[in-house]
Every structure is written in structure tokens, then in C-alpha cells.
């Protein structure tokens, strides 16, 4: 199966043929400018040591500071971290914010590390990484697995080794530790006025029947904002399992039992499926929410959604692109539904290099504005190029880095 990176650079040749970009800029971009990978010693709680392989990828800053989560996954290796950086550099472009692209991570299954253990690598990442990163250089933020408690225990770790203590070298921290209103909720919020913005245009019901694959920070949120704008969530799962309920799961009660039992799987409100069976539950809206490599040629067709919204990072493969862009089935590209996270993070760097705090309400009110505005111009962009909205989002993106890469 070709990696993710692969697949990034098939999406990055697929759109750069419908508009004209200089050879020389084509080269640079699909080469990171830098790749990091460090070893970080943890002492266990059995006494014995363990090391760890982290890494951060430094693809492009012609726009500012790289910009960035850091993964923690037991499958993560710097390959997949390299795609993500890619992704990173275009998704800050599409919304137009003044940010690069990087991204970090560590293979380890954080689920099986005591409390003790996860600070000790947090701090031991930051540790072996602190010279590479800071406030103008590289800022990183939450992924896969990592927290606003990890986060206050990297940017706390940062202040000791450089006496920054503004926070401004990493976001998504928690609101006591500097971190900015609304972030926890950024990235399905922003998917959310991307879907307002387009609902009617992409040919979809004032109430829709959405299902939705993953449910942690983007997942769980998603299914949140959703309900309560009227519409139904029909379908969710997490890694162990699926629940499907036509009539519409009850959020608020399942996210209760996946607290007390960690799965969704058995949720008595529900019929319990093999958690890769949510995606071909017929609905208006599919939200991929989990990992990369979901929707693929192999199982594309088997998809029954009107539109598919990508809070993942690269949930689609290229060639299910075709085969859904030949059956009418839009997708809206991750570098757009998903850069309400990194909007929102980039509004805490604001915060903090200013010593500023924003209320909730004017958080929501800017990330709206940047959300609706952009997710208007891929949808023309689209229309202009006759082609699908990755590639409008692609095209975007790339005129602007190619626009600050120029002397
Ligand atoms: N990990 C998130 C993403 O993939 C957020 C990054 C950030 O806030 O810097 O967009």
C-alpha cells in the first residue's frame, strides 16, 4: 500500500497540472526543508529504562513558523509525520494564516504508559527538540492521542530550558496554562462553518443524517456540534468498534458509556458493528475522523454518503478521489475542513506574544469569518477549474506559498 506521503505527493502532481507553477518551485515543495528524528530516554515505573523514537518534520516556512501537532501513535513513523508536515503547510495557506508547515510525533502506544511515564516523555520530546522549535521558528500543537495536558507540560519544560515562559512555543494548551477559548472544540467548529457554508451548494438536506468515523477530539466534538444544530447522528465508532441508530444515537448518553467502558462498542441505545463497517452506513454526510488510509480503491465504492468532510488528515486516497468524483460524491478536502484547529491554535500564539486573552465569542466570530470565506473560494475555485475541491484547495494553497517563495 503506498504511504501516505506517496499519496501526498500523487494529490500534490494530480492538481499542480491544472495550473501553471514554476519547475523549480514544484522541486522545492515536495521536499521538507528538514527532518528530525531524536531518541528520548524514559526511566519506567519498573525502574527499567526505554527509549523512544520521536521526530519533527520541518517542511516549509515561507509563510512563518512551522506550524504543527505532534502524534503520539504506535504505528507513527517519519514517513507518515512527513505527509503531515506537507499537509500542514498547504492547510495553513488555504486559510490564509501566517504559518508554515510541521509536524511531530512519537511511536508509542500512549494508552499503556502511567501518568508519570507520558509527562516523562512529554518533557524528554521537548528536551531533545527545544533548540529546533520556539515561538518564530517551529510551534507545535495536539494530534492523534496528545492533550492540553501534554502540551502545558512541553511548554512548561521549554520555559525551564529557555526562560521563555510565554507559552507561545506550542498551542492547544489549557486555559490556565495559557491556552485560548474555543481551541478545544477548533477543529470540528471550524469543519462545521465549512459544511454551513456549503451545505446547499454541495446538494444536501436542511437536516442531514451524518455518520461519523473516530471519536476523539474532532469526532466526539463533531457529533456535539451536529446534534445540536438539528441535524442526526446516525452512526459513530472509535478503533474497537461501531453503533448505528437510524433514529439518531443519543450524544450526550454515549459519550457516558464510552467514558465508563472506553469503547462505544455495547452502547445500549444502539446496534453494535465492526467499527470499519461505519462507513458504508448510508448517509447525507460521512465525517472520517480518525486516521489516514480510510477510504481507499479498494473500498470506496461500498460508500452510501451524499458528501464526505474530512476532519481526518488524509482519510481518501487519490484514486477513491475518482471513483467518488465520478459518482457525485464531493469531498471536502482536510486542508480545509479540518484548519479550524490550526486557526484556532494560531489565535493562542496571537494571544500569548500579545498577553492577550479573547473571549470564546470573538474566537468563533474570526474563525467563522476565515472558514466561510475560504470554503466559498475552493467551491468557485472548483467550479472555474471543473474539478473536484481538493484540487481547487491544492491549487489555492499552493499559489500562495509559491507567491512567498518568490524573492
Ligand atoms: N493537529 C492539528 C492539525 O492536524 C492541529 C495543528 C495545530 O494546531 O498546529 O491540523
Redesign the pocket.
Same mark, same amino acid.
Given at each position: 500500500m503506498p504511504t501516505p506521503f506517496e499519496h501526498a505527493m500523487n494529490q500534490l502532481a494530480r492538481a499542480t497540472k491544472l495550473c501553471s507553477f514554476t519547475a523549480d518551485f514544484l522541486e522545492r515543495i515536495a521536499h521538507p526543508n528538514r527532518q528530525i528524528r531524536v531518541s528520548i530516554p524514559v526511566k519506567m515505573d519498573n525502574g527499567s529504562l526505554r527509549v523512544f523514537e520521536g521526530y519533527r518534520v520541518q517542511f516549509n516556512n515561507a509563510r512563518g513558523p512551522y506550524? !504543527?501537532?505532534i502524534r503520539y501513535h504506535q504505528d507513527t513513523d517519519i514517513e507518515e509525520v512527513k505527509a503531515?508536515a506537507f499537509?500542514?503547510a498547504l492547510?495553513c495557506a488555504v486559510v490564509g494564516i501566517p504559518m508554515g508547515g510541521g509536524?511531530g510525533g512519537v511511536t508509542v502506544n500512549p494508552k499503556e504508559l502511567s501518568k508519570r511515564e507520558l509527562e516523562a516523555l512529554s518533557r524528554g520530546w521537548m528536551r531533545a527538540l527545544y533548540e529546533v522549535v520556539g515561538p518564530q521558528k517551529d #510551534?507545535?500543537?495536539?494530534?492523534v492521542n496528545t492533550t492540553p495536558e501534554i502540551m502545558a507540560w512541553m511548554a512548561n519544560e521549554y520555559g525551564k530550558l529557555t526562560g521563555d515562559m510565554s507559552g507561545a512555543v506550542i $498551542?492547544?494548551k489549557p486555559l490556565e496554562s495559557g491556552g485560548s477559548a474555543g481551541r478545544g472544540t477548533a $477543529?470540528a467548529q471550524g469543519g462545521y462553518y465549512v459544511f454551513e457554508a456549503l451545505r446547499e451548494k454541495l446538494g444536501l438536506p436542511e437536516s442531514c443524517r451524518v455518520v461519523i468515523q473516530g471519536f476523539g477530539n474532532a469526532g466526539e466534538h463533531a457529533a456535539d456540534i451536529w446534534t445540536k444544530a438539528g441535524h442526526k447522528i446516525i452512526a459513530a465508532s472509535d478503533s474497537k468498534a461501531a453503533v448505528v441508530n437510524e433514529d439518531g444515537l443519543d450524544i450526550a448518553v454515549l459519550y457516558e458509556h464510552k467514558k465508563a467502558t472506553g469503547s462505544v462498542g455495547g452502547f445500549a441505545g444502539a446496534q453494535t458493528i465492526e467499527s470499519s463497517e461505519v462507513l458504508y452506513v448510508p448517509c447525507d454526510l460521512l465525517v472520517p475522523a480518525a486516521l489516514e488510509n480510510q477510504i481507499r480503491a479498494d473500498n470506496a465504492s461500498r460508500i452510501q454518503a451524499k458528501v464526505i468532510l474530512e476532519l481526518a *488528515?488524509g482519510p481518501t486516497t487519490p484514486e477513491a478521489d475518482d471513483q467518488l468524483f465520478e459518482k457525485g460524491i464531493h469531498v471536502v478536502p482536510d486542508i480545509l475542513a *479540518?484548519?479550524g !484547529?490550526?486557526t #484556532?491554535?494560531t489565535f493562542e500564539w496571537e494571544q500569548n506574544l500579545k498577553g492577550e486573552s479573547w473571549s470564546e465569542a470573538d474566537v468563533f466570530e474570526k474563525l467563522k469569518a476565515i472558514m466561510v470565506r475560504e470554503a466559498q473560494a475552493i467551491f468557485d475555485r472548483a467550479k472555474a477549474l471543473n474539478t473536484d475541491l481538493r484540487r481547487a484547495a491544492f491549487v489555492i494553497a499552493l499559489e500562495r506559498i509559491q507567491s512567498a517563495m518568490q524573492p
Open positions: 506550524k !504543527g501537532g503531515l499537509w500542514m492547510k509536524k #510551534v507545535p500543537a495536539p494530534d $498551542t492547544g $477543529t *488528515n *479540518n484548519a !484547529g490550526v #484556532v491554535s
